[in-house]
């Protein structure tokens, strides 16, 4: 509960509690009844004549009443009598023995009406009612919208034309993605002319691609660009506890839709709510699959959805249900990838649109460097930037800046406060100069960016970055073999150096096993087991689109030989890449012993190490 919704609720009860004192005020203030005047008093007064009128007002509890005495001071005393006949007569006897003459009056017995009997009653009827719906705000205020009335109510959130200012121009490095989308901005913006024709817009489109490459951003720029509402809710949004809730918001966000339309729907993260059915463990009727089978009947069911356009997002659209992949419903599927070396310039143009840069940051020279970051990583790698040149009091940034920033974003942050023993610091730097040998002498593994032997934030004892010059689409069987050689050069270093090797080189022989056996089993590089794939789905995760069980694909005999293939190419490759460190044992001491000195090198500072 949030400050403003308590603050009003204390507010409700402080007034509600100041009508209950005023109306009690009112009442008390009405009866004003002397409890301490007794029968004694009474004949006192009437002996000194102090009373000059007395007024009886009988109860319905017959006979008992309210007395009233008007007395010669021009006050007035109330009490109550338990018999009115009885005081009656004692009235008559004290004025017979006194001779007094003091009017009296008695009223009839009051028979309050039907409406005056129900009045208190409606009024606190009436009262709980207010109360009652005014907590219910202050909750649905305070819940967003989320009370039990609201539960079967969409959650999505309508941008209008006028609050969505992001355009394709706000989109950079994605060129053949913003080219698929124009067609759907110009029929939002004349669909007449695709009408006459005959032709049918795609009632969805999907974006795929891993996190972070701008599927949300080219959603809001479709919607920027066509001038209608736009629609945002995340695929979570649908899915509740309770059954039914979650087709119920799916009614109601296309109902919605309907009276916006043209508009466009986006469903982010659409793998949370379409996820394929019947697998897992849930059976096969649970909430989410009612969700789904809604979202299926309104995207392409008997109602005619015109004007509406879905998009999603997802970056696991293999764990999708195919029934929302067919044409009909998601028509079009457009692969959002990692820029390309001309995309990451341009996106970094726009990332850095804002920020002072000194004449030495080349952006050209960045977008080289940066092969296989996404827009995001890019957006961030210039937000450090741009902290690290605050942190140092500078009102632009300099290439230092970039450079602490693409090893704090790549490897993690350094950790120079922390003690290693001596003995530790010269295993990392014999570890981390194997590596990075490997790295320059092997044909096609890329230049060495930076070698450290400082520890970072992921628990590493140092690291050797190295810098890829070109963006890769494909893997060879050479490039793949030179990647383990290099995984397996710091354990060598250690063996040909140490008299003994340490736990250092656990997530180096981890990637050459995972990249041997994905030879053998997944890309048919092996040649004693030929052009065949083994690989089965025992390692797909249960729970996000398969089923529990599955059949065993291999025989024993068949990953027998899986095993020894995968231990004869990490075998060839140790051979190897010991023989290309022999060579190189010169430099490998000079490296070790350069950055004991240093801790960290650059790329020329290391690459000077081959040339003296």
Same mark, same amino acid.
């Given at each position: 509960?949030?400050?403003?919704?308590?603050?009003?609720?204390?507010?409700?009860?402080?007034?509600?509690?100041?009508?209950?004192?005023?109306?009690?005020?009112?009442?008390?203030?009405?009866?004003?009844?002397? +409890?301490?005047?007794?029968?004694?008093?009474?004949?006192?007064?009437?002996?000194?004549?102090?009373?000059?009128?007395?007024?009886?007002?009988?109860?319905?509890?017959?006979?008992?009443?309210?007395?009233?005495?008007?007395?010669?001071?021009?006050?007035?005393?109330? /009490?109550?009598?338990?018999?009115?006949?009885?005081?009656?007569?004692?009235?008559?006897?004290?004025?017979?023995?006194?001779?007094?003459?003091?009017?009296?009056?008695?009223?009839? !017995?009051?028979?309050?009406?039907?409406?005056?009997?129900?009045?208190?009653?409606?009024?606190?009827?009436?009262?709980?009612?207010?109360?009652?719906?005014?907590?219910?705000?202050?909750?649905?205020?305070?819940?967003?919208?989320?009370?039990?009335?609201?539960?079967?109510?969409?959650?999505?959130?309508?941008?209008?034309?006028?609050?969505?200012? &992001?355009?394709?121009?706000?989109?950079?490095?994605?060129?053949?993605?913003?080219?698929?989308?124009?067609? !759907?901005?110009?029929?939002?913006?004349?669909?007449?002319?695709?009408?006459?024709?005959?032709?049918?817009?795609?009632?969805?489109?999907?974006?795929?691609?891993?996190? *972070?490459?701008?599927?949300?951003?080219?959603?809001?720029?479709?919607?920027?660009?066509?001038?209608?509402?736009?629609?945002?809710?995340?695929?979570?949004? /649908?899915?509740?506890? /309770?059954?039914?809730? *979650?087709?119920?918001?799916?009614?109601? +966000? /296309?109902?919605?839709?309907?009276?916006?339309?043209?508009?466009?729907?986006?469903?982010?993260?659409?793998?949370?709510?379409?996820?394929?059915?019947?697998?897992?463990?849930?059976?096969?009727?649970?909430?989410?699959?009612?969700?789904?089978?809604?979202?299926?009947?309104?995207?392409?069911?008997?109602?005619?959805?015109?004007?509406?356009?879905?998009?999603?997002?997802?970056?696991?659209?293999?764990?999708?249900?195919?029934?929302?992949?067919?044409?009909?419903?998601?028509?079009?599927?457009?692969?959002?990838?990692?820029?390309?070396?001309?995309?990451?310039?341009?996106?970094?143009?726009?990332?850095?649109?804002?920020?002072?840069?000194?004449?030495?940051?080349?952006?050209?020279?960045?977008?080289?460097?940066?092969?296989?970051?996404?827009?995001?990583?890019?957006?961030?790698?210039?937000?450090?930037?741009?902290?690290?040149?605050?942190?140092?009091?500078?009102?632009?940034?300099?290439?230092?800046?970039?450079?602490?920033?693409?090893?704090?974003?790549?490897?993690?942050?350094?950790?120079?406060?922390?003690?290693?023993?001596?003995?530790?610091?010269?295993?990392?730097?014999?570890?981390?100069?194997?590596?990075?040998?490997?790295?320059?002498?092997?044909?096609?593994?890329?230049?060495?960016?930076?070698?450290?032997?400082?520890?970072?934030?992921?628990?590493?004892?140092?690291?050797?970055?190295?810098?890829?010059?070109?963006?890769?689409?494909?893997?060879?069987?050479?490039? &793949?073999?030179?990647?383990?050689?290099?995984?397996?050069?710091?354990?060598?270093?250690?063996?040909?150096?140490?008299?003994?090797?340490?736990?250092?080189?656990?997530?180096?022989?981890?990637?050459?096993?995972?990249?041997?056996?994905?030879?053998?089993?997944?890309?048919?590089?092996?040649?004693?087991?030929?052009?065949?794939?083994?690989?089965?789905?025992?390692?797909?995760?249960?729970?996000?689109?398969?089923?529990?069980?599955?059949?065993?694909? +291999? *025989?024993?005999?068949?990953?027998?030989?899986?095993?020894?293939?995968?231990?004869?190419?990490?075998?060839?490759?140790?051979?190897?890449?010991?023989?290309?460190?022999?060579?190189?044992?010169?430099?490998?001491?000079?490296?070790?012993?350069?950055?004991?000195?240093?801790?960290?090198?650059?790329?020329?500072?290391?690459?000077?190490?081959?040339?003296?």
């Amino acid at each position: 509960m949030n400050k403003n919704v308590r603050r009003s609720m204390i507010t409700y009860l402080i007034l509600f509690a100041l009508i209950i004192g005023v109306v009690s005020l009112i009442q008390s203030s009405s009866q004003n009844v002397d +409890l301490s005047y007794t029968e004694a008093a009474f004949e006192k007064d009437m002996k000194a004549e102090a009373v000059t009128g007395i007024y009886v007002q009988q109860n319905a509890e017959i006979p008992t009443g309210t007395v009233e005495l008007t007395m010669k001071n021009h006050s007035v005393v109330r /009490f109550f009598v338990s018999d009115v006949n009885a005081f009656q007569q004692l009235y008559n006897d004290l004025v017979e023995q006194y001779d007094l003459e003091v009017e009296f009056q008695m009223s009839d !017995v009051v028979r309050p009406s039907f409406l005056e009997k129900m009045l208190p009653y409606l009024l606190g009827f009436v009262a709980i009612v207010v109360i009652f719906i005014m907590f219910a705000g202050m909750q649905s205020a305070g819940s967003g919208g989320g009370t039990m009335m609201n539960f079967g109510r969409s959650r999505a959130r309508m941008i209008s034309d006028a609050d969505n200012e &992001i355009t394709f121009d706000d989109v950079a490095g994605l060129r053949e993605e913003k080219e698929d989308l124009e067609e !759907v901005v110009d029929f939002l913006k004349n669909p007449s002319k695709y009408v006459e024709l005959g032709a049918r817009i795609p009632k969805g489109i999907l974006l795929v691609g891993p996190p *972070g490459t701008g599927k949300t951003l080219l959603a809001k720029a479709v919607a920027g660009e066509a001038h209608v509402p736009f629609f945002t809710i995340s695929g979570s949004d /649908f899915v509740e506890m /309770f059954v039914g809730v *979650g087709a119920s918001r799916v009614r109601d +966000l /296309f109902a919605e839709a309907k009276q916006n339309s043209p508009c466009i729907i986006f469903i982010d993260e659409i793998d949370a709510v379409a996820r394929r059915r019947g697998s897992g463990l849930g059976g096969g009727h649970d909430e989410r699959e009612q969700t789904l089978n809604q979202m299926l009947v309104e995207m392409d069911g008997f109602t005619v959805n015109e004007g509406i356009i879905v998009l999603a997002a997802t970056n696991r659209v293999d764990i999708l249900d195919p029934a929302i992949l067919r044409p009909g419903r998601f028509d079009r599927k457009i692969a959002v990838g990692k820029p390309d070396v001309k995309g990451r310039e341009d996106i970094l143009k726009v990332h850095t649109k804002n920020k002072s840069l000194s004449d030495e940051v080349d952006l050209g020279e960045i977008a080289r460097t940066t092969a296989g970051f996404a827009g995001a990583d890019l957006e961030n790698l210039m937000n450090e930037s741009a902290i690290n040149a605050a942190k140092s009091d500078r009102k632009f940034i300099i290439k230092e800046d970039i450079d602490k920033a693409f090893i704090k974003v790549g490897i993690g942050t350094e950790r120079k406060s922390r003690v290693v023993p001596e003995s530790e610091r010269r295993i990392t730097a014999y570890h981390e100069s194997g590596h990075a040998i490997l790295f320059h002498v092997l044909e096609g593994t890329g230049p060495v960016y930076a070698v450290s032997i400082i520890p970072t934030g992921q628990g590493a004892a140092g690291y050797t970055m190295p810098l890829p010059e070109n963006d890769n689409v494909f893997n060879t069987k050479n490039k &793949i073999l030179q990647d383990i050689k290099v995984s397996l050069g710091g354990r060598i270093a250690e063996e040909m150096i140490m008299d003994d090797i340490t736990t250092g080189a656990y997530q180096d022989i981890k990637e050459a096993t995972k990249a041997a056996r994905a030879m053998v089993v997944e890309y048919g590089m092996s040649e004693k087991l030929g052009l065949i794939n083994y690989e089965t789905d025992n390692e797909a995760e249960t729970f996000v689109g398969r089923d529990i069980g599955h059949q065993r694909m +291999l *025989g024993e005999k068949t990953a027998a030989a899986i095993d020894k293939e995968v231990k004869r190419i990490i075998d060839e490759c140790y051979v190897q890449a010991k023989a290309v460190l022999e060579e190189n044992i010169e430099i490998l001491h000079k490296c070790a012993a350069r950055l004991l000195e240093k801790e960290r090198i650059d790329r020329e500072e290391f690459e000077s190490l081959f040339e003296a």
